[in-house]
Every structure is written in C-alpha cells, then in structure tokens.
C-alpha cells in the first residue's frame, strides 16, 4: 500500500507531491512497478485543495485506472478533513 498525498500538503510543502490526476496516475504506475498493490489518494479540486466532489473524484480513478488498469487497486478517503461538515 502507498498513499502518497495527504489532504493537507500541498506542492509548498513539497513540490514532488503529486496532487493532479496525471501526477497521481504516474505515482499508481510507478508504486505497481515497485511492488504495491493498493494506493490510497486524497483527491484534490483544480486548485490543489482538499475534495470530495464526485466528479473529481471521478476524474482522478479514471487516470489512474487508464495507467494501470485493474493491477492495482485505487482506494480514496471520504475524510471531511475540518472543511465539510457532516451535512455535507
């Protein structure tokens, strides 16, 4: 398992940590290659900040999927992460 991102850091605090679809699809094929079986991602909006938006989460499994198919499994947090509040 790798999870990679966070729902906190951002590219200031590390400018490697891959946010963007694309940078996560990259990680999941790297991290398959390297022997992992699962990845876990916190999603992110165009911005870079925390989501829980269905469509980006969309987004996000549809690139990951598209590198490596059904090698690795892609798991995402439902976390609120102090922005969402329990109604939404």
Known sequence: MCAPN???K??????ELPIAAGELANCAES???AG????HVHVRNTE?????DVDEYRRVLAAIQARVGDSLVAQVTTEACG??????
């Open 6 to 8: 966070g729902a906190r």
């Open 10 to 15: 951002t590219k200031a605090d590390h400018p």
């Open 31 to 33: 991290i398959l290659d």
């Open 36 to 39: 992992a079986s699962l990845i």
């Open 48 to 52: 870079g900040e925390h989501s829980l």
């Open 83 to 88: 922005i969402y509040s329990r109604y939404e």
